[in-house]
Nanobody, 121 residues
Framework: QVQLVESGGGLVQPGGSLRLSCAAS????????MGWYRQAPGKQRELVAG?????????NYADSVKGRFTISRDIAKNTVYLQMNSLKSEDTAVYYC?????????????WGQGTLVTVSS
């Protein structure tokens, strides 16, 4: 099994920056893809940024964060990051890290506990 622990959320002013971290532990070799999602009050959870595992990092971003957010990973630390710049009030949400695990004949999703990001003056 895989465990995910997010950190780095907090209160930031509009235009500011934050970096979220997602530390993975356990059966890391089963991870096929990872991503950051967010859920604002009263809204559905949505994909913010993600990548599929491999030698080359294939990333994708929600249109609303393109050019402002960057997803990256540190393989040695088993950690995925989300660098968020030029934050807006509409970025306020609980941010979740997700891993897609692949096993012979089955797949599994694992979620972290979430970290709150509040963008406000």
């Amino acid at each position: 099994q895989v465990q995910l622990v997010e950190s780095g959320g907090g209160l930031v002013q509009p235009g500011g920056s934050l970096r979220l971290s997602c530390a993975a532990s356990g059966d890391i070799s089963s991870i096929d893809a990872m991503g950051w999602y967010r859920q604002a009050p009263g809204k559905q959870r949505e994909l913010v940024a993600g990548f599929t595992s491999g030698v080359r990092l294939n990333t994708n971003y929600a249109d609303s964060v393109k050019g402002r957010f960057t997803i990256s990973r540190d393989i040695a630390k088993n950690t995925v990051y989300l660098q968020m710049n030029s934050l807006k009030s509409e970025d306020t949400a609980v941010y979740y890290c997700k891993a897609d695990l692949q096993f012979p004949g089955r797949s599994l999703e694992v979620w972290g506990q979430g970290t709150l990001v509040t963008v406000s003056s």
